[in-house]
């Protein structure tokens, strides 16, 4: 059964270093997202993804946060000069194989750390 | 007003039973509701979708939407120890399909 898959599982960063979170969407899947979740607290949209623009975005998605499709494959999200409050579980998710979006999968998750 | 509300939980319930989660949204324009399971550590998981009003059944999970009263719903029955897990109610707006938000979610615990 097809999955979206996030790399790496765990990342380790030191405050004000920059960090790459990977993703492979589902193959045929046309929309893509990144969502948080700080411990104990619920998943937060980032912004979504379509056609190699953002489609929306949230208020925590500002200029220290950019997505981007290097590749038809893979779909990234650099955070830049990471804060302590960054710390969170990052998945990716992916949906909609045509006009109409349907529902998102979401992937096994990158937890974050930033010390 | 959140824009999607869940009440948190713990909601206990014996093996075998009926369990009842409930959402309730603030956004008229609300058009797609999902409902995703998610376990201590991992990430959310689909369980049902549905996007008309009315009863949407699949194996022992059933979603019902009432978009009157802004609410969704969803019934697990012949609860299992295994459906032990946080519920989280997501919906996708007309006027923003592409951002689905989520509640805070219920955590479910079927107890023996």
């Known amino acids: 059964e097809p999955e979206v898959t996030q790399t790496p599982s765990h990342q380790v960063t030191q405050m004000g270093q920059e960090v790459i979170l990977r993703c492979v969407p589902i193959?045929?899947?046309?929309?893509f997202y990144w969502y948080r979740q700080i411990l104990g607290q619920k998943v937060e949209f980032l912004v979504s993804f379509y056609n190699n623009e953002i489609s929306e975005k949230s208020e925590i998605f500002d200029d220290q946060f950019s997505v981007e499709r290097p590749d038809g494959s893979n779909f990234t999200l650099k955070i830049r000069s990471t804060k302590l409050e960054d710390s969170a579980m990052y998945f990716c998710a992916s949906s909609g194989t045509g006009y109409r979006n349907t529902e998102a999968f979401f992937g096994q998750g990158t937890r974050l750390t930033v010390v | 007003q959140k824009e999607v509300e869940q009440n948190s939980g713990p909601l206990s319930v014996p093996e075998g039973a009926i369990a009842s989660l409930n959402c309730t949204y603030s956004?008229?324009?609300?058009?797609?509701f999902f409902w995703y399971r998610q376990y201590s550590g991992k990430s959310p998981e689909l369980i049902m979708f549905?996007?008309?009003?009315g009863d949407k059944e699949d194996g022992r999970f059933t979603a019902q939407l009432n978009k009157a009263s802004q609410y969704v719903s969803l019934l697990i029955r012949d609860s299992q120890p295994s459906d032990s897990a946080t519920y989280l109610c997501a919906v996708t707006r007309y006027s923003s399909a592409s951002k689905i938000i989520f509640g805070s979610g219920t955590r479910l615990s079927i107890r023996p």
């Open positions: 549905i996007y008309s009003n």
């Open positions: 193959s045929n899947h046309l929309y």
């Open positions: 956004d008229r324009g609300s058009q797609s």
